[in-house]
């Protein structure tokens, strides 16, 4: 199993699909690169030229999408969808998803954007979008990633501070082109191994705060993988919910000793090695929670296998991807992401959501109730390892039941806050709590950014 699929259920891999799909010499149809448009034509010409048009089979909707370039060394360009909001005032809210290597369109189609793709290829309005309360920034990063590329090895990531690096100029360049919106509050959201992401970017613009206008308000990650090596004692929470037998839990143990080692010593590769074994799989290579489940799917512990993905079909058609500007590009399987990432998935980002809990950025973390490969035990253990000002106080706070507001008799979850810092577990819902929850998810976004997140 590659490593792209550790974080994100439904593989996104499509490049095996021909490019005869669309109009006949569809081959030859050029990506649109803004960067250069900006430079020499100015903004208006870019964001004509974005504005996606005659999406096929879907309602109409204003957008825009193409390629920003955030290295013209190594010819690095970073795909993005951006839906204005009709409300000017609306904030800005980005969506990371997580992989590594796994598209943000994934986010876009099946959890949180405006539309949804059905198997017949049709596309409808999805209820309780967040496009609806937001206007909402989709970046397939890091470079590499989705319909994202790069020329040259070196345009490839390797750490998260080039995560950040790479974003932080994808998004001057992003309100360059939309001035209007850099006014308006900024939000970075994101999941699973996106919970690196997120933190790494807004660390990012707090440090260029002095020199950059743009207003970020927080940061939400859902199911935030943000210390491998603190995030991965599985063997419990398997025992406890009779995956696991004595014998596995015992194993289960030993594996989780090794990563604690191999973190604290910082011999990452050996790190994540052991974590393939013991949970993700990797060079057709089985892992024990495969051998000791026969389970495929550690996003839901009620379940075994994945569904289908349409949207990655959809996404394959020459057509849309006329619409969308990415020309004659496909879609990269994120291998290439995942490989110059190796090192990084012990790594741990917890300094940078501790400082900027200390400089009062509003921070959620949400985890659905199901999940398995960052369960809300683990997302538990982070939080006690987490050293911030508030720390103290939040593990004095008391968890609130918390109810939707026009279902009062229906638990949606469980709040627990101090100050700018909340963490709320999400009833019946696995990893990606968009799909499963979405009315939830869309009242825990609303509250959490209007600062009303109490439960």
């Known amino acids: 199993m590659e490593f792209q699929n550790f974080l994100l259920i439904f593989v996104v891999t499509i490049t095996s699909i021909p490019l005869s799909l669309g109009r006949p010499g569809s081959e030859n149809i050029q990506p649109l690169f803004l960067t250069s448009l900006i430079r020499t034509n100015g903004i208006d010409q870019a964001r004509q030229a974005a504005q996606v048009k005659n999406l096929p089979n879907a309602p109409q909707l204003l957008s825009y999408a193409g390629y920003l370039t955030v290295n013209q060394t190594t010819n690095a360009n970073l795909f993005f969808w951006f839906f204005p909001s009709e409300n000017k005032n609306a904030p800005v809210t980005v969506w990371l998803q997580g992989g590594p290597g796994s598209p943000s369109t994934f986010g876009l189609f099946q959890e949180n954007g405006p539309f949804v793709v059905h198997p017949d290829m049709s596309v409808s309005f999805r209820n309780y979008s967040w496009a609806s309360m937001y206007s909402m920034l989709y970046i397939d990063q890091p470079v590499g990633t989705g319909f994202s590329f790069t020329d040259s090895e070196e345009g490839y990531v390797n750490n998260q501070e080039e995560v950040a690096r790479d974003l932080y100029h994808f998004l001057q360049q992003f309100f360059e082109m939309f ?43 859902g199911n935030g993988f943000i210390d491998g090596a603190t995030q991965s004692n599985y063997a419990d929470l398997l025992y406890e919910i009779g995956m696991f037998d004595e014998h596995e839990h015992h194993q289960g143990h030993k594996y989780e000793k090794k990563i604690e080692k191999y973190g604290k010593e ?3 590769k050996k790190c994540y090695k052991v974590i393939s074994q013991y949970v993700l799989g990797d060079n ?13 799917n550690f996003y839901d512990f009620t379940k075994i296998n994945s569904k289908d993905d349409s949207s990655s079909t959809y996404l394959a058609r020459q057509d849309v991807r006329t619409a969308i500007n990415v020309g004659n590009r496909t879609m990269s399987d994120g291998s290439k992401v995942s490989e110059h990432l190796l090192e990084d998935i012990c790594k741990n980002v917890k300094p940078w959501l501790e400082e900027l809990l200390n400089e009062k950025y509003q921070v959620l973390l949400y985890n659905g109730q ?4 960052v369960a809300p035990a683990l997302t538990e253990r982070l939080i006690q390892h987490l050293h911030w000002e508030g720390a103290h106080e939040y593990k004095k706070s008391v968890k609130k039941i918390w109810r939707l507001q026009d ?42 950014t209007a600062g009303e997140l109490d439960g």
């Open 179 to 221: 001035p209007e919106q850099l006014p308006n509050e900024l939000w970075i959201t994101g999941e699973s191994y996106g919970g690196r992401y997120v933190p790494a970017i807004a660390y990012k613009l707090f440090q260029e705060r002095a020199t950059s206008k743009m207003n970020l308000k927080g940061l939400a990650i």
């Open 266 to 268: 910082k011999e990452y």
């Open 284 to 296: 057709n290579v089985t892992s024990l929670f495969f051998n000791a489940t026969g389970s495929k």
């Open 370 to 373: 199901l999940d398995i490969i």
């Open 407 to 448: 279902e009062p008799d229906d638990v949606a979850g469980y709040i627990r806050s101090h100050g700018n810092f909340h963490y709320v577990v999400v009833r019946n819902a696995g990893h990606m709590v968009p799909t499963y929850q979405p009315k939830a998810s869309y009242e825990l976004l609303k509250k959490f």
